[in-house]
């Protein structure tokens, strides 16, 4: 399993943009799908994107489609999570989990990050 820290979160204007990195360690980074999912109040939580150990990305959610882009850098064990034109709707927690090889459902994703609390204001 991974430890993962995710960081970048933070208050940002409609129409702004935020990148959110996903830090692992403890075990081989490069072997694991990196999922970021988001959970905000009252709402269950989603998925956004996902990048494989092939470098592949999955969109889970249409809201999100030519606005986010994932990417990874294996040498510096991080995941990256690029938002533009940022909506109030995606005010959520960004979480990141990390499953074996392949992007699939929620429940395949075993490690997971503390959050990081992204605000995008009225």
Do not use: H
Not at 27 to 44: L, N, V
């Amino acid at each position: 399993q991974l430890q993962l820290v995710e960081s970048g979160g933070g208050l940002v204007q409609p129409g702004g943009s935020l990148r959110l990195s996903c830090t692992a360690s403890g075990s081989t980074f490069a072997a694991y799908a990196i999922g970021w999912f988001r959970q905000a109040p009252g709402k269950e939580r989603e998925g956004v994107l996902c990048i494989n150990n092939s470098g592949g990305s999955t969109n889970y959610a249409d809201s999100v489609k030519g606005r986010f882009t994932i990417s990874r850098d294996n040498a510096k064990k991080t995941v990256y999570l690029q938002m533009n034109s940022l909506k109030s709707e995606d005010t959520a927690v960004y979480y990141c989990g990390a499953a074996l090889v392949l992007c699939g459902q929620a429940s395949s994703f075993r490690s997971w990050g503390q959050g990081t609390q992204v605000i995008v204001s009225s």
